[in-house]
């Protein structure tokens, strides 16, 4: 909804709290529900989760539910799992999940089982600030503050593969090229009961290689927009795998890409108008469109990292370059998917910016997170990065910094970019470095592991 509250932590006064638990218990009796999932997001956007018997569901979505602190701040480095952490002990205690009682859905794809999205909390009450949902709560409280609302929808490209067969010691996966003729039940079942439960898909297709699909998201206000990708990353995998398919959002290092572009505008906080429609042809944004679009090319090179945030899916801001460099200049356009920034204006909902630099591989709620904080610091500073360009101009170095190709180097602008820090937090820095320096030191050996079978499917 367009006037929930973003910053809240997903907790209703006593009275509210309780009737609402009494409503869903109601439903799992009505329904036969014998399962509940309570699930948080790690670092990935992988859903970390406790399911618990359906009886003891109304004492758990009162008190919420213990989990080892460590299966959401995951580094894979032991010789660094203290982030954010005074001592190892806090690191191996429990935090609590606390469910936002207002995603609680039933799966249709999971047997008489439901799922409730939690916030993650310390034993005192506190937000736990290396969360990603936490962080982009956080962020659409800010904007809301200045009296503005998010409008945005993913797009996200992923592959569909047959199961992943041993050959030659090797791991072999074979693309469903045949998907959308053969099989397009499969897909069409899954969308269907991802409506059901609130994530509204506008549309489906084959991509650019074989076995390679995209899904387009209805627009939504707020938080719903990660939540709802949240939703379908976790949800396309579990239905796949019931049709004997493995479904991946991994770019491997052959430059086999998948985008996740985050389409978005601003509206005024009663939902009624869009801040970056001039309503003229002549004008591409308006003054607040180009002072946002302006902190996103601002921060771009910090951006890049948090929103494509794999070694392999930065090869893709090269295109079709022939000479070897360490990184591109930033670029904006109108109508043209080439640029780093693609400015939209057509349709019911008006004009609209595509971040083109997302993987799908990210984090929907940090590239939600990440594209709020860089876009309110060009409206809070007033800045004009646009003026004297032209929709069809690269910026400068001088205009706006460059993305970094290396993931290495955008690790190294997030961290001198004092003003995405502050926004983001430290402790979720320190983490995010933590977890993006590991891999880069065993990427090339986790490679064949992470594109088919384990962690980033």
């Not at 005074?86 to 690191?91: D, L, Y």
Request: charged share 25%; glycine share 6%.
């Amino acid at each position: 909804s367009k006037d929930a509250d973003p910053s809240g932590d997903g907790t209703e006064d006593s009275f509210s709290l309780i009737a609402l638990v009494e409503r869903l218990k109601q439903q799992i009796a009505r329904e036969d529900i014998r399962f509940v999932r309570f699930e948080a997001t790690d670092l990935h956007g992988v859903s970390r989760s406790k399911t618990i018997p359906a009886r003891f569901f109304p004492d758990k979505a009162l008190n919420g539910i213990c989990m080892p602190r460590s299966y959401l701040e995951l580094t894979l480095d032991r010789k660094d799992n203290e982030v954010d952490q005074i001592s190892s002990k806090q690191f191996n205690s429990d935090i609590l999940l606390k469910p936002d009682l207002q995603t609680f859905q039933v799966l249709p794809w999971n047997d008489k089982t439901a799922r409730v999205i939690c916030d993650s909390f310390t034993f005192l009450g506190n937000p736990l600030l290396t969360s990603p949902r936490y962080l982009a709560k956080h962020l659409l409280s800010q904007l809301q503050e200045r009296g503005f609302l998010l409008h945005s929808a993913f797009i996200y490209e992923f592959c569909i593969f047959g199961v992943a067969e041993i050959i030659n010691s090797k791991t072999i996966a074979f693309p469903a090229a045949t998907l959308l003729s053969d099989h397009q039940m499969f897909m069409q079942e899954f969308l269907e009961g991802m409506y059901y439960i609130g994530g509204n898909i506008e549309s489906f297709s084959s991509s650019s290689f074989p076995g390679q699909m995209q899904v387009s998201f209805v627009p939504e206000y707020g938080l719903a927009a990660a939540d709802n990708a949240f939703t379908f990353k976790t949800g396309i995998k579990e239905a796949a795998k019931k049709q004997d398919y493995i479904t991946s959002f991994y770019t491997d290092s052959a430059g086999f890409y998948n985008s996740g572009v985050l389409s978005h505008s601003l509206w005024d906080v009663s939902g009624a108008k869009n801040v970056f429609h001039t309503g003229s042809r002549g004008e591409v944004l308006t003054d607040i469109g180009k002072k946002w679009l302006s902190g996103l090319l601002q921060h771009s090179a910090a951006l890049s990292c948090l929103v494509s945030p794999g070694a392999a899916s930065r090869k893709r801001f090269l295109k079709d370059e022939k000479d070897p460099q360490d990184s591109i200049c930033t670029t904006w356009g109108s109508n043209n998917k080439t640029f780093a920034y693609n400015i939209k204006s057509h349709g019911c909902n008006g004009t609209y910016i595509e971040n083109m630099l997302c993987s799908s591989t990210a984090n929907p709620y940090l590239v939600l997170a990440a594209t709020v904080a860089a876009g309110l610091d060009g409206i809070r500073r007033g800045l004009d990065l646009i003026e004297g360009t032209n929709s069809h101009t690269k910026l400068t170095e001088q205009k706006a910094p460059s993305i970094p190709l290396k993931l290495e180097d955008a690790l190294t602008a997030l961290e001198e970019d004092t003003y995405m820090r502050a926004s983001l937090g430290e402790p979720f820095i320190h983490y995010f470095m933590a977890m993006k320096r590991y891999e880069l030191e065993t990427d090339e050996g986790d490679t064949e592991r992470n594109k088919f079978l384990e962690y980033f499917i």
